[in-house]
């Protein structure tokens, strides 16, 4: 654990729900039965987590003045929103945004300081915060909750790259599933930023899971509502 500093309550609390990352152990993912991942296509079914929700954080991207906050049901729509369940109770949300329509956090950035934007091509994908109510946030559960996402979506989708925006406290501890800082930005507030990316071979070694095949990249209705919402901004 000496690579990977304690982070204090000032660092987290904003996205508290990361912290558990300090005391994951990949090895012992799969260790925990009667998970399933579901897909919440349509508001309706996104109903279901609207309690695990208002956990969400949006400092980030309010500090780094990207304007995403505005556009939070139209990402909703053209990424894909999932819910881990066990039996019949949501534990954690992760929602996942594709590049491509410049509403993830990445292009945004790319459009106030320079960086390679070759992480932001064919099969690349948003990883938001993982949501979780405070009681379930065990490193066990948590690792568990990223890793079936994780696995899950590389099977369903032409995933090759993932990436994320985050404090340095957390971009940190997102190395413990195969995320690297590319480039730090200071926002508005003073506060230190980070994107960090990793290709979907780093994320599955970290992770212990088989890499799939890349997937056809084809049109998805269920980003067809999304999709047609931008270009109408």
């Not at 929700?53 to 991207?61: L, M, N, Q, T």
């Not at 505005?70 to 990402?75: A, G, N, T």
């Not at 491509?100 to 934007?117: C, H, I, N, S, Y």
């Not at 996402?149 to 032409?158: A, N, R, S, Y």
Request: contains cysteine.
């Amino acid at each position: 654990m000496s690579n990977f500093p304690s982070v204090g309550h000032a660092d987290w609390r904003d996205e508290a729900l990361l912290l558990p990352l300090a005391g994951l152990d990949p090895e012992r993912a799969g260790c925990i039965p009667g998970l399933r991942l579901r897909v919440l296509r349509t508001a309706q079914e996104r109903e279901a987590i609207a309690g695990l929700r208002r956990h969400a954080a949006f400092r980030v991207e309010q500090d780094l003045g990207l304007g995403l906050q505005p556009f939070e049901q139209i990402r909703d729509e053209m990424g894909l929103v999932t819910a881990v369940y066990r039996d019949e109770r949501p534990l954690a949300t992760l929602r996942f945004v594709p590049t491509g329509q410049g509403l993830t956090g990445a292009e945004r950035l790319l459009e106030k300081m320079p960086f390679d934007a070759s992480i932001l091509g064919a099969g690349s994908w948003e990883v938001g915060r993982v949501i979780m109510e405070p009681e379930d946030r065990a490193p066990d559960l948590l690792l568990e909750c990223l890793t079936v996402t994780l696995k899950d979506l590389m099977q369903m989708e032409d995933v090759r790259h993932f990436h994320a925006t985050t404090t340095l406290a957390m971009a940190r501890l997102w190395r413990r599933v195969g995320l690297h800082t590319v480039v730090t930005a200071t926002g508005e507030s003073g506060g230190r930023y980070a994107l960090v990316h990793g290709r979907v071979e780093d994320v599955a070694a970290a992770l212990h899971l088989r890499v799939p095949g890349v997937r056809p990249q084809a049109a998805c209705a269920h980003r067809e509502t999304g999709v047609a919402a931008v270009a109408s901004v």
